[in-house]
């Protein structure tokens, strides 16, 4: 089956900019999704790219996917003590989505 | 908020015993699937029901087993607890039965004692 692995950790500034980076080794994901969690709720969904792109804009975040790699990464600009929560990645492997443990954003003010 | 809720919020159940989860999914979708996410770790699919018939399942035992009504809202029954069973349980609604953008109830914790 697929394996998702993202870093446990990641500790920003507020105002720079986050990068919080998912490998993935299932080629055959012809989509991948960005879920945020807060603590105690459930899971919002951010933003997905198709497996056909390499970049997604949306606002302040930014998608790149390398399928050369299984590489997906997700760019907060201006990163605010809101966005403090853990990110899931979650390519789509047949009509399932297989996440990632998450990376848990903490935002210094 | 999605529009997707989940009842009861937290539970507390006794080892052996079973235990029924819910969720009405949000207006429009006809595909419900469900998760459990113990502390510390990513959401891992049970299974998904797509018009009331089971459309793909995870690495879970038949103990744990759903159904899905006719007006879409779902249930997760779990037979024989046990205290590994101990998670956030979430469901997720979508239109269709490829995972196009599935929302997210909030989650029903569940504790095995």
């Known amino acids: 089956g697929e394996d998702v692995e993202q870093s446990l950790f990641l500790s920003v500034r507020e105002g720079d900019s986050s990068v919080i980076n998912c490998t993935y080794t299932?080629?055959?994901?012809?989509?991948l999704y960005w879920y945020k969690q807060e603590p105690g709720a459930g899971l919002q969904l951010l933003t997905y790219?198709?497996?056909?792109?390499d970049m997604k804009q949306d606002q302040r975040l930014t998608v790149l996917l390398n399928k050369k790699d299984k590489h997906l990464s997700l760019r907060i600009a201006d990163t605010q003590t809101g966005d403090s929560a853990i990110y899931f990645c979650?390519?789509?492997?047949?009509?399932?989505?297989?996440f990632g443990g998450g990376t848990r954003l903490m935002v210094k003010p | 908020e999605t529009g997707v809720t989940q009842s009861p919020t937290h539970l507390i159940k006794t080892r052996g015993q079973q235990v029924t989860l819910r969720c009405s999914s949000q207006?429009?979708?006809?595909?419900v699937s469900w998760y459990q996410q113990a502390l510390g770790q990513g959401p891992q699919f049970i299974f998904q029901?797509?018009?009331?018939?089971?459309?793909g399942r995870g690495n879970f035992p038949p103990r744990f087993s759903g159904l899905q009504f006719p007006n879409y809202s779902s249930e997760l029954n779990v037979n024989a607890l046990e205290l590994d069973d101990s998670a956030l349980y979430l469901c997720?609604?979508?239109?269709?039965?490829?995972?196009?953008?599935?929302?997210f109830g909030p989650g029903t914790r569940l504790t095995v004692t």
């Open positions: 997720a609604s979508s239109l269709g039965s490829f995972p196009f953008e599935q929302y």
């Open positions: 299932d080629s055959s994901s012809t989509y």
């Open positions: 790219i198709f497996s056909n792109m």
């Open positions: 979650a390519p789509v492997g047949g009509n399932m989505l297989t």
């Open positions: 207006s429009g979708h006809n595909t």
């Open positions: 029901y797509y018009r009331e018939e089971e459309n």
